[in-house]
Structures are given as C-alpha cells and as structure tokens.
C-alpha cells in the first residue's frame, strides 16, 4: 500500500536553513503536501505542490521534488524559533478519492 | 471565515458514558472528516462525508458513530470507549467533493479526549 516516510526529528539553530526530507511509494501521487502542526493545534497546509513540477518557492519555503527517487524536500529559509513544531508530509493521488496519507512526521526544533 | 472549531478542547468520560464531539466550519465545503491522531504519530483517517453522505468509514469500530446534519456541521457520537481510544481527534475540511483534484484540507484544533 502507499507509505510515506520522514526522518523524525531535526535540530538548527535560529537563523540557519532547515531542510526535512520525506519519500513516498506511491507512483500515481498527485499532489504532495507539506502540513504543520504546532503543540496543541490542528494541521496547517504549509504548501503543496503538483507531481508535474519540480520545484516550488513560496517565501521563505522551498519545496523539491524527484519524482525518480519519490522523495520530497521542505526547505525553510532563515529558519526562526517559531518554526518549530512537527512538519508532516502528505500525499494524495486522484484515484485515491479523499485521502490523503500522512507521513509520521518531523519534530523540528530550533535554537536561540 | 477560515476556521474549523471542534468542542469540546477536552473531554474525559468514562468507558460507560455517551459523549459526542462537535465540528463547524462555514467556508462552504462539502467535504468533513474526522481523523484520530495518537501522540507522536500521524493523523489517522476515520471517516469522510461528502456532501452530508458518508464517503469513507475506514474500518472504525461501531463505538464511533459519526453524522453529518448539515454541510457545516459534523459530530461524532462515542459511546462504550475503551481506554486505548484515547487520543486528539482531529476535524477537517476540503472545498473538494465528487472528483477530488487538489485536496487542501483545513483542520480543527482538535478534542483531546481521555477514556478511563
């Protein structure tokens, strides 16, 4: 079945670029997304990017796609405190309907 | 509007209770879910209304009783739980219904529910 995988935590310190490393199985995946979820919150949609493309910028966020190798980047530029909370990667295909399958997650911490 | 609330923030109840929990939204969408996340772990899927129909019940045990009385509101009847069940459970909505495209969810802060 389909499975997304990350690294589960990371660590930087203020200031420096963090990059979260996620891949999935599933060849017919559509749409790729990166969700935040800081403590004690729902998920937040970061950004998403469509498996056509390989590169997508938004702000201080830089997603990368290899669609060759299924994996998935999430670069966070001049990465602040408030940044940290878990990052979670998700993917959903069309013939997959509504769901769309989450990673386990990326708890990144970042020093003062 | 771009906001999902769920009630209650938290909730304790017994194994032999009936508590419900509530989810609102009114940006339109005509697709809910409920998902249970366990600390530490991903969300995990329940189930899916599109449309006020339920779309997808992924195997859930008959203790969740989900429903959806209008496009803005979704409950989730728990009676019965056990104390594994405890968990956040998380609401969600997507403006996608029929052939889902682009599937950007909007979630809830969640209902921290303990079972003891």
């Known amino acids: 079945g389909e499975d997304v995988e990350q690294s589960l935590f990371l660590s930087v310190r203020e200031g420096d670029s963090s990059v979260i490393n996620c891949t999935y199985t599933?060849?017919?995946?559509?749409?790729l997304y990166w969700y935040k979820q800081e403590p004690g919150a729902g998920l937040q949609l970061l950004t998403y990017?469509?498996?056509?493309?390989d590169m997508k910028q938004d702000q201080r966020l830089t997603v990368l796609l290899n669609k060759k190798d299924k994996h998935l980047s999430l670069r966070i530029a001049d990465t602040q405190t408030g940044d940290s909370a878990i990052y979670f990667c998700?993917?959903?295909?069309?013939?997959?309907?509504?769901?769309?399958?989450f990673g386990a997650g990326t708890r990144l911490f970042v020093k003062a | 509007d771009t906001e999902v609330t769920q009630t209650p923030k938290h909730l304790v109840m017994g194994m032999t209770n009936k508590k419900s929990l509530k989810c609102e939204q009114h940006?339109?969408?005509?697709?809910m879910y409920w998902y249970k996340q366990k600390a530490k772990k991903p969300p995990e899927l329940m189930f899916v209304?599109?449309?006020?129909?339920?779309?997808i019940n992924e195997s859930v045990p008959s203790r969740f009783s989900p429903e959806c009385p209008n496009s803005s509101l979704l409950n989730l009847h728990l009676h019965a739980l056990q104390p594994e069940d405890s968990a956040l459970y998380l609401c969600?909505?997507?403006?996608?219904?029929?052939?889902?495209?682009?599937?950007?969810?909007?979630f809830g802060p969640g209902t921290r529910l303990t079972v003891l």
């Open positions: 599933d060849s017919s995946s559509t749409y």
């Open positions: 990017i469509f498996s056509n493309m």
């Open positions: 969600a909505s997507s403006a996608a219904g029929g052939r889902v495209r682009y599937n950007e969810q909007f």
């Open positions: 209304y599109s449309y006020e129909k339920l779309s």
């Open positions: 940006m339109g969408h005509r697709a």
């Open positions: 998700a993917e959903s295909s069309r013939g997959g309907g509504f769901k769309t399958i």
